[in-house]
């Protein structure tokens, strides 16, 4: 059974950048795909990025590629996000997780952590 925390969200304004992070235990992270998918108010939850179990590998959903990366340490037991040139569309509860498929569709992925928001306003 793995864990997933996500952290790093935040009020931040248009043009500015974050990280998230997200931090597995209970299990071998090594051994997961892991992708990065948001979901804002009123709205589906949406793909955003997915990396291989070794790193890789990755994707990132059109409407970000270009301003968000991907990446994992296994090391460290931890995936990021890296968010630059935010926009207000970025808007939303983000969620980290973990599964055995190399998917862009929520049911593929077995662990999900609880969400970190994420605003960008002026």
């Known amino acids: 059974q793995v864990q997933l925390v996500e952290s790093g969200g935040g009020l931040v304004q248009p043009g500015g950048s974050l990280r998230l992070s997200c931090v597995a235990s209970?299990?071998?992270?090594?051994?997961?795909?892991v992708a990065w998918f948001r979901q804002a108010p009123g709205k589906e939850r949406e793909f955003v990025a997915r990396?291989?179990?070794?790193?890789?590998?990755?994707s990132h959903a059109a409407s970000v590629k270009g301003r968000f990366t991907i990446t994992r340490d296994n090391t460290k037991n931890t995936a990021y996000l890296q968010m630059n040139s935010l926009k207000p569309e970025d808007t939303a509860v983000y969620y980290c997780?973990?599964?055995?498929?190399?998917?862009?569709?929520?049911?593929?992925?077995?662990?999900w952590g609880q969400g970190t928001q994420v605003t960008v306003s002026s």
């Open positions: 997780a973990a599964g055995r498929d190399y998917d862009t569709r929520p049911q593929s992925y077995n662990y």
């Open positions: 209970g299990g071998t992270f090594s051994d997961y795909f």
């Open positions: 990396i291989s179990w070794s790193g890789q590998s990755s």
